[in-house]
């Protein structure tokens, strides 16, 4: 087989990201993440390139809070830090040297600091992401050891290695233990994780522990339960869908994202969600999960819990309307008399108008 030489004549700028990050972070962050954080390196590369959350959103046609999400998973990997002003935007963004993992540890090697650090204030408010205590690594080797001679947790290591199709490390065999002896789940619920993940195109042992995190935190314990809360999230994703007007293929991963946060974080019911959808193809033209999130974020910030309450949202919206086209009208009305001044003015009653809004 005859050998390929490949040569660079080019003297282009370059963005260097190390192997380390591309082994061991890359495979299983969510890749709007991975933009996110190519994009934080490339602006290192020049200072003179103006940086905002704003900026950033804008450059990847997403929202601020997309970006504050990306920020802070990247932030739990320890691959950045952030600082905050006083009322809570983010002032500086220092960029840590990727920790270096090995299969027998994932604890961190090295920290160097790099600031890039916002021109502008962001208008987001940052967003609360979920910590937990819990990890593999609260195991002690006395009790994996110990695990490992129970032949139940023997046959799941097996299983899971057929379905990830390689040799467990020592790291990946940890973690499924964690899940069998910290978050109690049984052998029958792990194959099911491991099988779930699979599915979905993720072999990745960070994903599949992210999913089990979650599945601990909704009270998941047995297989029947998992199976249910699948098919019901899948049931609410494909109605939101079809209030887009999209059809014929999955969710990606940023659409899931987003509908997760709607359903969990805003807590919103499923009316409320198709509402913001129809909205948002009735102004935009076409499907926009990021336009549909401003219109939530919105309503989750006014404290919207019904359908009522955006009907009354409406109506107060389109009464400051009527009194702003009022006093813009009463204030350019000629100071010079002439036969139209004895025209009568019609006078709203804008408590009336407002009612007639709440019934319709």
């Avoid at 700028?13 to 061991?24: A, G, K, R, S, Y």
């Avoid at 940086?51 to 691959?79: G, N, P, V």
């Avoid at 209030?243 to 991963?253: K, T």
Wanted: net charge neutral; proline share 4%; with cysteine.
């Amino acid at each position: 087989m005859a050998m390929i030489t490949l040569q660079n004549s080019r003297n282009a700028e370059v963005t260097v990201l190390t192997n380390n990050f591309i082994d061991n972070y890359m495979p299983g962050a969510n890749g709007e993440f991975v933009k996110v954080y190519i994009y934080l390196l490339r602006l290192l590369s020049d200072t003179s390139v103006p940086f905002s959350l704003e900026q950033m959103a804008d450059h990847f046609f997403c929202t601020e809070r997309d970006i504050i999400r990306a920020l802070k998973y990247w932030e739990k990997e320890k691959l950045l830090t952030l600082t905050y002003r006083n009322n809570e935007d983010i002032a500086d963004i220092i960029l840590n040297v990727p920790p270096v993992k090995s299969a027998a540890s994932d604890t961190p090697v090295s920290t160097a600091p790099v600031t890039k650090t916002e021109t502008q204030t962001s208008s987001a408010p940052a967003q609360p992401v979920k910590q937990t205590a819990r990890s593999a690594t609260a195991l002690s080797p006395d009790r994996v050891k110990e695990l490992k001679q129970n032949d139940e947790i023997v046959q799941l290591l097996y299983i899971a290695e057929q379905y990830l199709g390689k040799t467990l490390t020592p790291t990946e065999m940890k973690k499924i233990l964690f899940f069998y002896d910290e978050l109690k789940f049984s052998p029958d619920l792990i194959e099911y994780l491991i099988e779930y993940s699979v599915s979905r195109g993720h072999k990745s042992m960070r994903y599949i522990e992210t999913v089990a995190l979650a599945w601990a935190d909704e009270g998941i314990t047995t297989v029947t339960i998992a199976k249910e809360a699948n098919s019901r999230y899948a049931k609410e994703y494909f109605t939101i869908f079809k209030s887009m007007g999209i059809s014929g293929r999955n969710p990606v991963d940023t659409e899931i994202s987003l509908m997760n946060t709607w359903l969990n974080d805003y807590g919103f019911t499923m009316d409320i969600i198709q509402e913001a959808c129809s909205r948002t193809v009735l102004s935009t033209g076409q499907p926009s999960f990021q336009y549909a999130d401003k219109i939530l974020s919105g309503w989750k910030d006014k404290n919207v819990r019904t359908l009522a309450d955006i009907r009354l949202l409406d109506a107060q919206h389109q009464r400051q309307k009527l009194e702003k086209n009022t006093q813009r009208k009463a204030a350019s009305k000629p100071a010079a008399s002439n036969r139209f001044n004895n025209f009568h003015q019609r006078q709203y009653d804008f408590n009336e108008y407002e009612k007639k809004l709440l019934n319709q």
